[in-house]
């Protein structure tokens, strides 16, 4: 199997990272396994034969590789001849989805298999892109997309597969569940609280992506989408962020054993709003832990937590990738 | 595929009635599938052209249906041609394994895979079963046996392929958790919570299984053997009840924010006991739900909660003959 790498920030890197150190384990399930290219956003890498992943995980930027391509684009990558898979890790852009929507519209178009980590071309075009995949007969696998490490695409569809699912519930943002566990805890004011998650750098550049609930609302379009046979956009998720929420709404509710989070729902309801959770309910989690509580008819009730982002997101991404590659080993 | 049930007690009765209930879904996979037999401790019905399903979910013993074979058993049931899969479904034996042992072995020597939800077997011959199974070319799913409904083979199977598993903590019993969960609310003895818990049917007829940590024990062979390479029995688990936990000590641990549950853990310590969890750590759930937290090399730790006893278990034991018959459709 030839890979492509598509986007060299800190997922592509510690994608990388976790090839070069799980190697032993990949090639007995693909001998032929091996990185062909990498892309960032100014050129890229090529080499047929299989690029240096030793080399690859100590350098720090894509161009301090030998024979980097200044002039190069990540499509043309995508159209170097024996590509199989395209692992695609550029900068989420909710708006438009670009430039992920395109370079996976275009690898699929040719066949290749998709992993990416990248909400924006899910959220800007779900149905598009997995018919795409289906009618080019490859797969299209984006668990690190949602909840970072949580593997909820895999659990319901692998670990679930009698079961139907009636409602999902999930605190899908970290910095605003840190903020609201600050709150919650330490008695400190929103504003303080976002200012330091902002000075420990768990915030995104514009904060209202957190905490108008923007980022859970486009988890909550592919979990939708995803696991619940919706056709939704992100403009038909009710929103409602945490910046009205008080440190006296905070208190009053702790007194009645709640606590504040800002939850995602898919029921009969598709939102994002703060909701009073007891403290006792598993989805009650703190810190920039994530969590997605699901009702089915066999199982009642799982909750999943973890890590929602971070290096950790990268367990998703190599878990779908041995998942293409276990599948290609069946047929 | 042809189907047969050994065991008709409350989870073979369950498992007949999911399958009822998704037929539909069923068929798409396996247009012949169908459950041609059922055997009780005391007999068995069998048709080789499938065995009538509505009737069968209404009825209370499996003698109240037509041509019930009184003087058969499981194992002439198993010597019938063209068994594709037995779910086996006993009551749990963890000194022998017996009856379900002798069944699973003469199964998997026949090459019929083998769903089962009884510890039983698992505790006292895993590594022969397991061998057993790749010898015949079959496979042996056993979901059910380990918290109910939570999928943790699964999960650490197909939704964490690419990463290493450095330790498995678990709240694996129900009942402590609820005689624990109790004395931490409601500032009960140990011996009124243990009172309450038989009086509400949750305890096994001997309490000792779930007080003394042997319950536990059992589900902690089996995941390390099953999921950390290790080749352990029952006698290898260090092994602590809850028998001496007093209200003053749940107390005192409350005060400092921790609650006592009953943990079992894998990693160089194999063992149940006691410990002290911090009511803010996702392990900490009450009432009768369990919870297994599994940390690992590239997604952390992620904790996975739900139902470990009950109908739910169903759902593990749905998962598994799907894997099965979507694994037959590959092949």
Redesign the interface.
Known sequence: MNVIIVGFGFIGKETVR?LYK?MD?IKRLDEEFRIIGISDSKGYIYNEKGLNLEKLINIERLSDYMAYNESGSAEELIEKRDVDLMVEATPTNIKNGEPGLTFIRKALKRGIHVVTSNKGPLVVAFKELTTLAKMNNCQLLYEGTVAG???VF??VR??????KIRRIMGILNGTTNYILSKMYFEGTSFELALKEAQERGITERDPSYDVDGIDAACKIVILANALMNKDIRFEDVKRTGIRRITQEAVSLAKKANYAIKLIGVIDKRIEVAPKLVPI?H?LC??GT?N?IHIE?D??????????GAGK?T???I??D???IL?DLR??
Chains 1, 2 share one sequence.
Request: positive net charge; proline residues 5%; charged residues 15%.
């Open positions: 976790a799980k384990i490490a949580l593997p895999s659990l692998k670990c679930l597969q009698g079961d006792n598993p989690v703190h832990l969590a089915s066999l199982a009642g009730r799982i909750t999943l937590i973890g890590y950790e990268v367990s998703a190599m878990n990738i041995f998942t276990k069946k047929s």
